[in-house]
């Protein structure tokens, strides 16, 4: 299967119900007019793209439609997916050139931590590097033995204290012994917490530290996993991990099982963070490498 088709078939749900409505606006198509461009807007909101970006990308098609003086269905939907496209932050790939370099994984509980990280460790063990697991949720009961299945699986490396240890304390050892192996990427995971408890942010705000403090020159990404089926509460949970630790990017999960996937536009738009990858099975090569432009097209095929 190929990575569009993969895409296509992980957003079934989606194009079956909130790109559906999207379709449904073209499927009388007469030119662009008023009538459309309202229905257009209504239909983007109803598939969870959200009223200000709604907004933004019709008055965007409005001023489009005029310049290049679209006249087919195929060239409004083409131009459409151009600018949904454009309002994403553009993907640039992790960056992991330095050794070691670090991913610090965060994200609320139950959206899929764990998982995608054994997923990343086995994606860059193909790539020849080699990864050490830092098991930072110290709080879920199994969580250290459950990403301890994982780094046997993939071959990588783990450091891990007692229940209940101070994860920033597993951080700071995971690093130690990164430097002292030659490891090539540290995989930091770190217990689901609430974006709204601060006590927690500021745990979160510590952990970044000790990998600045200790790691200063390197390469560092902090990565949030939401889950797709959370829709518009994806945004706020976004907002509140990237102000305790900037964000350099989003894993966005699930999108398999959901009719919201058009929540990922949304999410990338207003915080100005590009989606790295997007999750749409279970098996580890189903975690994507996001492409905007693969994503929005595959909403109206």
């Not at 310049?67 to 997916?81: A, F, I, M, P, Y």
């Not at 994403?88 to 899929?112: A, D, F, Q, R, Y």
């Not at 012994?177 to 979160?204: F, P, Q, S, W, Y």
């Not at 999960?253 to 997007?278: C, E, F, M, Q």
Request: aromatic share 4%; hydrophobic share 45%; charged share 25%.
């Amino acid at each position: 299967m190929s990575f569009f088709d993969k895409i296509k078939s992980g957003l079934k749900k989606t194009r079956e119900s909130a790109a559906g409505n999207i379709n449904a606006v073209f499927a009388t198509f007469r030119g662009v007019d008023e009538e459309l461009l309202e229905e257009l807007e209504d239909a983007m909101v109803m598939a969870d793209m959200g009223a200000y970006l709604a907004s933004d990308v019709t008055e965007e098609l409005r001023k489009q439609s005029k310049l290049r003086n679209l006249k087919t269905r195929e060239d409004v939907v083409d131009c459409l997916c151009e600018i949904l496209a454009e309002k994403m932050t553009p993907n640039p790939g992790l960056k992991l050139e330095t050794k070691p370099s670090v991913i610090l994984m965060v994200g609320v509980n139950g959206v899929g931590k764990t998982t995608t990280i054994g997923k990343l460790s086995e994606k860059l063990a193909a790539e020849g590097k080699r990864v050490l697991l830092a098991a930072g949720d110290t709080f879920r009961a199994a969580a250290a033995e459950q990403l301890s299945i994982w780094a046997q699986r993939t071959g990588a490396e783990i450091v891990k204290h007692v229940e209940g240890a101070d994860p920033s304390a597993v951080i700071f050892d995971a690093i130690s012994a990164a430097k002292a192996r030659g490891t090539d990427v540290v995989i930091c995971d770190t217990a689901g917490r609430l974006h709204n408890k601060n006590n927690l942010m500021n745990e979160l705000s510590k952990m970044l530290r000790v990998i600045q403090r200790e790691l200063p020159d390197a390469d560092t990404e902090v990565l949030l996993v939401l889950d797709a089926t959370t829709g518009q509460n994806a945004v706020s949970q976004a907002d509140g991990f990237n102000g305790a630790a900037p964000l350099t990017g989003i894993v966005m999960t699930k999108l398999d099982g959901t009719a919201k996937g058009a929540i990922a536009i949304n999410v990338s738009s207003r915080l100005g963070v590009p989606i790295k990858y997007i999750g749409v099975g279970e098996k580890a090569d189903d975690l994507l490498e996001f492409d905007a432009a693969e994503f929005v097209r595959a909403f109206f095929e």
